[in-house]
T-cell receptor, first 115, second 109 residues
Framework: GAVVSQHPSWVICKSGTSVKIECRSL??????MFWYRQFPKQSLMLMAT?????????EQGVEKDKFLINHASLTLSTLTVTSAHPEDSSFYIC???????????FGPGTRLTVT | GQNIDQPTEMTATEGAIVQINCTYQTSGFNGLFWYQQHAGEAPTFLSY??LDGLEEKGRFSSFLSRSKGYSYLLLKELQMKDSASYLCAAMDSNYQLIWGAGTKLIIKP
């Protein structure tokens, strides 16, 4: 159980365009979803935390107007990278959990390359 | 400030035992997680400790000492597939995970 999917698994886009990444909890209702970014050989960097039906809480230094997060239901959250630039190229990973003290179940990640 | 320290890289031999240490400083504490991450993949959950002591799960065990702000992950009977990064993460009083940079474990035949 506790499967999280992400789509797409990889995407290449041109600079200036927008990209949407979907994160779904397939067999449980996620009260909270997290979006991370990971650069090569570095640890996970939390970008934002979102609860269903409310606005996401962004970490310091993360531009909320650039990284739009929508958590429309207990099983779906989306991250839209707007006006993408080459420096946005990274591995984006979502995770989902339920309850306060719960494991985070990670999606397989989305590798974004901006040319 | 909040901080997690773990070694950057470790090397061990197939069939041997390795211990990966993690020290943490957080505002409040609601448990310590270990995750395994293979290159190019997302992390997968290994263990969760909130009480002092050793939790054993097959070849993997995790230990916690809250008074010392210290945890370790013990891997026994190492296999080549155990080559991965191991991430230590402490949950603070706001139930937010504070992540370490990860320990890259290299297994040699």
């Amino acid at each position: 159980g506790a499967v999280v999917s992400q789509h797409p698994s990889w995407v290449i886009c041109k600079s200036g365009t927008s990209v949407k990444i979907e994160c779904r909890s397939l067999d449980f209702q996620a009260t909270t979803m997290f979006w991370y970014r990971q650069f090569p050989k570095q640890s996970l960097m939390l970008m934002a935390t979102s609860n269903e039906g409310s606005k996401a809480t962004y970490e310091q230094g993360v531009e909320k107007d650039k990284f739009l997060i929508n958590h429309a239901s207990l099983t779906l959250s989306t991250l839209t990278v707007t006006s993408a630039h080459p420096e946005d190229s990274s591995f984006y990973i979502c995770s989902a959990s339920w309850g306060e003290v719960g494991e985070q179940y990670f999606g397989p990640g989305t590798r974004l390359t901006v040319t | 400030g909040q901080n997690i320290d773990q070694p950057t890289e470790m090397t061990a031999t197939e069939g041997a035992i390795v211990q990966i240490n993690c020290t943490y400083q957080t505002s409040g504490f609601n448990g310590l997680f270990w995750y395994q991450q293979h290159a190019g993949e997302a992390p997968t959950f290994l263990s969760y400790n909130v009480l002092d002591g050793l939790e054993e799960k097959g070849r993997f065990s995790s230990f916690l000492s809250r008074s010392k702000g210290y945890s370790y992950l013990l891997l026994k009977e190492l296999q080549m597939k155990d080559s991965a990064s191991y991430l230590c993460a402490a949950m603070d009083s706001n139930y937010q995970l504070i992540w370490g940079a990860g320990t890259k474990l290299i297994i040699k035949p």
